[in-house]
């Protein structure tokens, strides 16, 4: 599975839209993007995922540039119950084991 | 609800003295997985099942053990708990086949002194 990075930490203001990018300069053609958050020592939460169009589900929104190298989770309005630890993770069709690789991800504080 | 059911939540217990922590999924999922949080590790996964009397080695399986006699149920096993085996530990389980989200539980924290 292609290496994520992405920054440690964000703050975004209540109400407005958060925008947490990850970049994967290194993700091949059958490689679909995950996103999952962590609230304090919650079990981590499925956000959504995408291959190549943008996707939007009742959470947020998925950007994916053309060249796939790099996306952008959107959460459209922030609220306070939305800081957690944000994972993006790049990982291809498995029929084996279904392990998720979590990466060091972004701490998303949401500022009132 | 769907959901994935971990027990107990907290448990501090002595080194040596085997104990079961309880792992229960109401999605008719075939995946299940156990990993285990430390701070500075990430996420590890200890065992994995594809399915029920099918299980398989994660990355740190050792002192731990685990069964899948029902396809709901997915019970971590610390036949003989030692200090390094103090964290926080979560189950999981998806529905297998291409782009499968993964459900988790809330997580149980063991402390082994």
């Known amino acids: 599975d292609a290496k994520t990075t992405q920054p440690p930490s964000m703050d975004c203001a209540e109400g407005r839209a958060a925008n947490l990018p990850c970049n994967h300069s290194?993700?091949?053609?059958?490689?679909?993007v995950y996103w999952y958050r962590q609230i304090h020592s919650q079990g981590p939460q499925y956000i959504i995922h995408g291959l190549k169009n943008n996707e939007t589900n009742e959470m947020a929104s998925l950007i994916i540039t053309e060249d796939r190298k790099s996306s952008t989770l959107i959460l459209p309005h922030a609220t306070l119950r939305d800081t957690a630890v944000y994972y993006c993770?790049?990982?291809?069709?498995?029929?084996?084991?279904?392990?998720?690789?979590f990466g060091t991800g972004t701490r998303l504080t949401i500022i009132p | 609800e769907a959901q994935v059911t971990q027990n107990p939540r907290y448990l501090i217990t002595v080194t040596g003295k085997k104990l079961t922590v309880t792992c229960s999924q109401n999605?008719?999922?075939?995946?299940m997985s156990w990993y285990r949080q430390d701070p500075g590790l990430g996420l590890r996964q200890i065992y994995y099942s594809m399915n029920v009397e099918v299980t398989d080695k994660g990355d740190v399986p050792e002192g731990y053990k685990v069964s899948r006699k029902e396809k709901r149920n997915f019970p971590l096993i610390l036949e003989s708990p030692s200090p390094n085996q103090t964290s926080l530990y979560f189950c999981?389980?998806?529905?297998?086949?291409?782009?499968?989200?993964?459900?988790f539980g809330d997580g149980t924290r063991l402390s082994i002194l």
């Open positions: 999981a389980s998806s529905l297998t086949g291409e782009n499968q989200p993964q459900h």
């Open positions: 999605m008719n999922h075939e995946y």
């Open positions: 993770i790049v990982r291809g069709p498995n029929f084996g084991n279904e392990k998720l690789t």
């Open positions: 290194t993700i091949s053609g059958n490689e679909y």
